[in-house]
């Protein structure tokens, strides 16, 4: 697992195409002291990903170009991205579709930040 580097807890990537719920939950994250990057839709969060590797991705579910669970299980099944935490954003309640792709855990929009910050530091 790659090293978060000086004075950052985690590194985060957040993917959600709405741009300001995304920045939102970015600053939010980076205030708590996390490096945090961005990304807005499924193919670019997969490119990120292999480049950024991140501790942790939180993704939404529903995304243009691929959706969240196919980011999971693009995710999953590059070795080096497979120890990575992720954490499945929806409106919806697609909890059971969430895990079955391979997101650890599952926070139902809109997002507790609080219970984002506790998965982030378990």
Same mark, same amino acid.
Do not use: M
């Given at each position: 697992m790659p090293q978060t580097g000086e004075g950052w807890q985690k590194r @985060? #990537? @957040?993917v959600e195409d709405h741009v300001d719920l995304a920045l939102g939950i970015g600053t939010v994250l980076h205030m708590l002291g996390h490096w945090v990057e961005t990304a807005f839709d499924g193919s670019s969060a997969i490119e990120k990903a292999r480049v950024f %590797?991140?501790? =942790? @991705?939180?993704? =939404? #579910?529903? #995304?243009?170009?691929l959706d969240?669970?196919?980011?999971? %299980?693009? #995710?999953r099944v590059d070795p080096r991205l497979r120890p990575v935490r992720l954490i499945a954003l929806s409106a919806q309640? %697609?909890?059971?579709?969430?895990?079955?792709?391979?997101?650890?855990?599952?926070?139902?929009?809109?997002?507790n930040l609080r219970e984002l910050a506790r998965l982030l530091a378990d």
């Open positions: @985060v #990537l @957040v %590797r991140p501790h =942790a @991705v939180v993704c =939404a #579910l529903g #995304l243009p170009k969240g669970l196919e980011v999971a %299980r693009a #995710l309640d %697609r909890a059971d579709d969430a895990i079955a792709a391979g997101f650890d855990h599952f926070v139902k929009k809109p997002a």
